[in-house]
Each structure stands twice: as C-alpha cells, then as structure tokens.
C-alpha cells in the first residue's frame, strides 16, 4: 500500500514534461487514469492502436486505485472468463517491469483462503476443482500446514486452507504506472489535469468528447471513470448502475514476529483479509452489511480522499477479523483507512458497449476486484473494440444485462448493501438476494403469492421459483449445498409437468413486436433458420455474428404480414432489442419492447390440449394446431396469441395476454384445470426439465464464444434459405474443416444423491476434458444433469461422436469426490421428440 503523497509523487515523475496541448482527434479516447484505463490504453497500443488519448481528471490513480489493497490472486472464482482474466493479469504485472522499467511491486508470496465450516470447505472444494482445470496450481492444505505458512495465525477452529504458491500481492500504483508507461512507449497520449464533461454524439454513435480544454473527436470512447463512471455515463443517457460504498483496512504498528514475505491469508468467515504491510499486520474488511457512501454522487474534486472511519458500526468486524491473527489485538493500530469503492447490483463489473450510444464503451464497476483482473479486463476491452467482438464469455459481465432503473439513487442505496455483503458470503448456488425486491412484479403475482408461490430475483422481475403445499409457508430455513426444504416440493411440480399439466407464468421473458416492410427481410438475415415463411408460424433460430459466434437463442413467430413476435430471454433483453436495431439501421424495420405489455403463460404437460379445449371455442386438436403452430385465440373476454413450442420436453401452449387481461385469463385457465389437476410450477421446474431434454440457455450454458455447431444446434441453421445470413460464411467454412474442437454435450450422474450446479470437471478415462457449463436435478431420469462444452482433445481419437462417448469411462468430480456419468450427445429425455410433435 502507497500513502497518498507518494503516490503524487510518482504521479509528478511520471509527467514530467508531458504535453498539456488536448489534441483535436484520437482514434480512440480512454477516460480515467486508474489501472482499468490504463490497462485499457497500454492494450490498445499493443494491438496496433497508438493514436490513443487517455484523460486524466486529476492525477493517475487518483481515485480508488490508490488505496487498493493490491491481492492478486487468481483462486476463487468459477467462471472461465474471471479466472482467465486473473491468470492473465498476475503473468503481466510479472513482466511489466522488464518492458517498462516501472517497479510493479509484484510480490508472488502465495494466497490461503481458509474455512472453518463445512458448507464453506464444500464451496472451496467445488472451486479449487475448477481451477485447477483453469490451470491454477491451487492445492488444499490442513490447518498445520496453515500455521507453517502463517504461524502468527490462529488455526485450532479451521478446517483446512486452500493454497497457491504463486499468487501474493502488488503495487497498485506501481502497476498502473508501468501500464501508463508501457502505453506510452507504444504512443499513447495521457493528459492529467483534464476531465472529460461529455461525449458528442451523432445518430446515435458517439464522435468524440468535451473538455475544459477543448472537443477531441473519435471513433471510440471508453468510459474508465471508476466511482464516477455512473455520473459521467448519465450525462450521455447510458446506465452504468454501479455504487460506490466505504471499504475499511487498518494496519497495525510494527509486529516483528511477522514475516514480509509470508503468504495473503484470507479469511471471509471473520471479514478479513491479512498481509504484511510495512512491518505492520494490513487487515481488510468486507463487512456483511455495508455503507453506500455519496449516492447523490461523487464529488468531482474528490482525489486521493478518505471517508471518515464509523467505529461504532465497524468495531465488532474489526474485532472478528483480528481474533485470527491474535497477535493484532495486542498491538496499536497506526492507521483505520476508509476509502471509496464501487459495487454493482450482482457483483459483476460493468464492461462492453453501451446499449444506448454505439462506440461507447464502458469498463467500470469492479468489485473491489480492479487490481487483479485490470490487465486482463484490458486486454479484454482493446480486442473488443480493435476485433469488433471479445474473444471471451462476456455475457455474465456485459454492460447491456443491466436496466435503467437500477441506477436509481433509492436502487442503488438499497441493493449495495447486500452485494458488498456476497464478497465474503458462502456463494450458495440458489442463493436469492433479498434487497431492492419488488421492482417488476407480473400482472398475475398476487395470484401466484395465494398460493404460496416462492420468489425469486429474474433480472428484476419476480419470478415463481417453486410452490410450498396449502397451509404451508413458502420460506427457505437453511440455505446448503446439499437437497433442501423444498426439493419435494420442486419435484413434485416437475412430475406434473410430465405426468399431467401445469401452469408456469413466463410474464419476464423479453417480448418484441417487429413490423414494417423489410422486417421479414432483415429478420431472416440476423437469423440463422428460415424465419420468414408462412404466417403462423414460431422458428427456433439463433442470431450470429460475422464469425459465426452466437449472439442469442430465441425464437421468431410470423404472426401476419409484416408482422414478427421475438421471444428471447429476460437475460438478454437489452441485448436482443440493440442488435436488432443496430442491424436493421434505416430500413423500414421498427421494434416495439413488449415485455411490460404481455403476460405471458405457459400451459404445459400431457393433458395439456385437454385443458386448452376447455378454455377457447377454437380448434386445437394435432391436425388443427400442429406443433409450431400461431393462432390468436379467444378465452374468456380476452384475445390471446396461442404459440405451440416447448422448452419443456412435452406438449405446450404459450399465451401471450394483454397485460390488462392477464388476470382474467389466469382465472380460467385455474377454474378450468382444478377437475383436471392442474399444478403451479416454478422456475426450478422449468431448469430441471429444460435440462432433461438438453435444452440451450444463452448466458448460462452457451454464449459468444461457442459457434452454433459447436452449441449443438446445427439443426436449427438453414444455409440453403435464399439471401444466406449473418455469419454463414463462417459456418459454412467450419463445416468444411470436419470435425469440431469442442462439442456441448448432456451429462448424467448416476448416482442419484449428489447435486451439480456449475464448474464441475468432467473427465473421460482419467483426463479431464471439460466442465458443467449450467444444471440442474433431473427427476424423471434419476440423478443431476447438466450440459458441459466437452473439448475434442480429451476424447480418444480427437473425433467427437456418440461412438467415442460410448467408449469412454466418465466420471464427474463434485466437492472433490468423483461420480460415474453418461455422456450423450442426443436428449436422454425423449430423443425422438415424440411427446412435443
């Protein structure tokens, strides 16, 4: 850690004799000068891009970067992309020094992150496992061998400790001065002193920004304002929902029995994290229940600031923290620091194009996490906008997941307290947040709440997760790993969908209406299947981007002429309505968000048709209503557009109601389906079914990375549909190259007890060769089941095919044990379809 003054200091050095002239242009322009722009700059010079200006408001680092605690450590997460981005990062800041001659203070004294209950060692377990697949050298370790590493701490209650020898610590400051440097040498222009007060626009794509100094006109702006991000991006109509929010350390006087090159000790249980500083004991604090700092904004004169330390509200934490290094509590504390830093509301950074202003990028919103994923988060943004697309999984940290409505000062007060708090919680798989609930409720929800619906957060909407009995409280006692209160429950909606018929409400799926005269036109080019045929309609298709990559999984009803029905996930509303309409331009194609405007009910399961002949004076039967079919029919007062698709595995019925109907229509179908058993199922259901039958979910089990072939979906693409369509080429010319790399396929437990969430490695003879992308329980095939991108490489004879998964042994490793598995690349729930047709 540097104290302010020398880090001025450094600042000065550096810009010495820097040019203050703002030039009239740049390729592209960075604004901020903390390690993400500087990262961002340093990258985009590597790539070739030098003509490069990055503006600095105050100093370097000025903001948060300067008061980071510097951990780089690459365990911990289970996402590819995260951990990519870590293990990126610590190789960089290892060889920055050489390139740049800028001391990055990397230290690799290694990284232990300990536990002293079970659900915790189960969590580190699941994660270590991934990791390691990741190519982190991450070992677990006892509680002994915790105190020979770090003998100043106490162990007696632990469990164990999970190692890496080569993570450790750097210089915040250091490091982003190597990279300003680096960038630099390459060419970049860095201005200090000189804000960024906006951007210039011109049909909705950005062409430059404002200073004090004078306009400086690009192609491409990329918002690296860190806590101020929120207030600048406002200034241009673009949401960057992120809050920033007090992050406490203290350091202690001098301890000599502490040894300077003793590994990071990290401890979430007590709140904190322990290393060396300046002979002193450094401890951080990530407290369960925070304090957003400065909602109605952050001061623009606010540099190298500190807030002042709540004691009151701190002290039980600090006390907690310190009675894992005992020694702590008996020396001074020379310093209780209390800095600014900037949370967003799922503990995902802010990062891509903004959905509002083309060319606009934002790479903002860290999570206190800013130092050790910076270079790779770099890199990852300059490929972005030099390539016109990542090379990563970016779906789970895009920009455009996130609404409007969550950068609301009362949103943001009240969400950021809890996902601060998830820092340091044990990260359940079905874990719900609790704060700032209630934000888009369907038109039916207090329907679903009588009868005891339990719910959860669906990208803002309250969505029915599973249903307690009558008379019995829909609440969940103890979270865990391991089946809970309401597994029966789950189940037993999910037989129902199989064996009779069920009612789920679907009310948040992303709903658009798309007509005018070259709609079909421009639909059937973004999309990979034949979806302008004829009326009546529904198309499952993809959307590809010149490279073939997927860019969403959805499906196009043609209600009529000139007139289209998209449905996509709620997941990907935001980013479904841009890429229509960056791709439909100025032709006379418009789209209409109809989300908020529908409801939407699923009536689904065997009898399914017998209930619907019950509830419309039209004809349903197989040869009247074939399975794709699109009618809009009559129930009750209400007309309502019935789509016949499924993403269940079983013949199913779509209703998309009028919002101001869809109470009335859900009384029918209720009344009408009691005589019938008709169920209520929520959305665990809906994953454990969709997961039987192998079907795709964008963002969870396939994303922007994947090819459609790869994804499986091969089916689903029309490359002999006259006009062709966006990234054919590149299907095409994967298709010639023969066998694929990598392949998703279905995996089944057959153990029926353990549980599968996400990350866990898939082995086949021994060798791992791929992971559980995303899964859930099956209940009809006996045990968990999942979808992994299995890699070619890891099957013998490289070819991957029924005939080589057959001839495999499989086994998936759980919480460090391994379970025998079936792999199969057909449904193992209903291969032929029989049940949907």
């Not at 200073?211 to 192609?219: L, M, V, Y």
């Not at 910076?374 to 789970?396: E, F, K, N, Q, S």
Request: hydrophobic share 40%; proline share 5%; with cysteine.
């Amino acid at each position: 850690m540097t104290c302010a003054g020398h880090v001025v200091h450094a600042v000065a050095e550096l810009s010495s004799g820097a040019s203050m002239t703002v030039p009239t242009h740049a390729r592209v322009v960075v604004v901020g000068g903390g390690v993400i722009g500087c990262s961002v700059a340093y990258h985009l010079a590597h790539l070739g891009w030098t003509d490069v200006v990055l503006l600095e408001r105050d100093k370097l680092t000025s903001g948060t970067t300067w008061h980071a605690a510097g951990l780089m450590v690459t365990f911990g997460s289970t996402s590819e992309t995260s951990t990519e981005l870590r293990k990126y990062t610590r190789d960089l800041y290892g060889r920055l020094e050489a390139e740049t001659g800028q001391h990055t203070g990397l230290k690799q004294c290694g990284f232990i992150e300990v536990t002293a209950d079970p659900d915790r060692l189960e969590e580190y377990r699941r994660v270590s496992t991934f990791n390691r697949y990741c190519g982190v050298d991450v070992q677990e370790i006892s509680p002994g061998q915790i105190k020979e590493l770090f003998p100043l701490a106490r162990v007696d209650d632990l469990l164990a400790g999970f190692y890496v020898k080569d993570d450790g610590r750097a210089d915040p400051v250091g490091v982003t001065m190597a990279l300003a440097k680096g960038a630099r040498q390459q060419g970049v222009t860095i201005l200090e002193g000189v804000p960024c007060t906006g951007v210039t626009r011109r049909r909705g794509a950005v062409t430059g920004v404002t200073t004090p100094q004078g306009d400086i006109t690009a192609e491409y702006v990329v918002n690296c304002a860190g806590m101020w991000a929120r207030q600048l991006g406002a200034r241009s109509g673009v949401t960057i929902p992120l809050q920033a929010a007090e992050h406490y350390y203290l350091i202690t006087e001098r301890i000599p029995e502490l040894g300077a090159h003793w590994p990071v000790l990290e401890d979430p249980a007590s709140y904190g994290y322990f290393r060396e500083e300046v002979g002193g004991l450094m401890i951080g604090l990530f407290e369960p229940k925070c304090a957003p700092w400065s909602v109605a904004g952050v001061p623009d004169d606010f540099s190298f600031g500190e807030i002042q330390p709540d004691w009151d509200r701190m002290g039980g934490y600090v006390e907690t923290a310190m009675q894992r290094v005992p020694i702590s509590m008996n020396v001074g504390v020379k310093k209780l620091f209390c800095g600014p830093e900037s949370f967003t509301p799922d503990l995902q950074p802010c990062v891509g194009e903004a959905p509002e202003l083309k060319n606009y990028f934002v790479a903002a919103g860290l999570n206190s996490i800013g130092i050790l994923t910076g270079g790779g988060l770099g890199r990852v943004v300059a490929h972005w906008i030099v390539h016109g697309r990542p090379d990563v999984d970016v779906t789970g940290f895009d920009i455009d997941r996130l609404h409007a409505y969550q950068a609301n000062p009362e949103y943001r007060r009240t969400r950021t307290v809890e996902s601060l708090g998830m820092v340091y919680k044990c990260h359940y798989p079905t874990y719900v947040m609790q704060t700032a609930r209630g934000a888009k409720q369907s038109p039916i929800h207090d329907r679903l709440a009588a009868r005891n619906a339990y719910f959860k957060d669906v990208s803002g909407w309250e969505g029915a997760d599973w249903y307690a009995p009558p008379g019995e409280a829909p609440r969940v006692d103890q979270i865990s790993w391991g089946r809970q209160r309401w597994f029966p429950y789950w189940a037993a909606e999910h037989r129902a969908a199989r064996d009779g018929v069920i009612l789920m409400d679907m009310s948040f799926m992303s709903k658009f209406l798309v007509e005018g005269r070259d709609a079909g036109r421009l639909l059937n080019w973004i999309s990979a299947n034949q979806v302008d045929g004829p009326d009546g309609v529904i198309t499952y298709t993809q959307w590809l981007d010149e490279a073939g990559k997927l860019q969403a999984d959805l499906t196009v009803a043609k209600l009529g002429d000139e007139r289209y029905w998209v449905v996509a996930s709620d997941t990907v509303h935001r980013h479904a309505l841009t890429w229509m309409k960056r791709q439909f331009g100025d032709a006379h194609a418009f789209v209409a968000d109809m989300t908020s405007a529908y409801g939407q009910i699923n009536i689904q399961g065997p009898r399914s048709r017998e209930l619907m002949a019950k509830l419309t004076t039209a004809d349903i039967s197989n040869e009247a209503f074939p399975f794709r079919g699109v009618q809009e029919i009559d129930i009750g007062f209400a007309r309502v557009w019935c789509i016949r698709i499924t993403y269940l595995g079983e013949l199913n019925y779509e209703l998309y109601i009028p919002a101001e109907q869809t109470v009335h229509v859900y009384d029918r179908i209720v009344a009408a389906g009691e005589p019938l058993g008709l169920a209520h199922a929520g959305l665990k259901a809906l994953a454990s079914l969709r997961m039987e039958k192998g079907y795709r979910d964008y963002g969870h089990d396939i994303d922007n990375t994947d090819t459609v072939l790869e994804a499986g979906l091969g089916f689903a693409v029309d490359l002999k549909k006259p006009g062709g369509f966006l990234g054919k080429d590149a299907v095409v010319a994967q298709k010639a190259l023969g066998p694929l790399r990598k392949r998703l396929v279905q995996v089944l437990v057959t153990d029926p007890e353990p549980m599968l969430f996400h990350a866990e490695v898939l082995r086949c003879n021994d060798r791992p060769c791929g992971y559980i992308r995303a899964a859930s329980y099956g209940h009809t095939l006996g045990g968990a089941v999942g979808l992994a991108m299995l890699e070619a490489t890891g099957v013998p004879g490289g070819v991957i095919d029924q005939k080589a998964i057959d001839a495999c042994t499989w086994d998936l490793e759980i919480a460090g044990r391994r379970y025998p598995a079936t792999v199969s690349l057909r449904p193992l729930y209903d291969p032929e379809n029989k049940k949907i047709k």
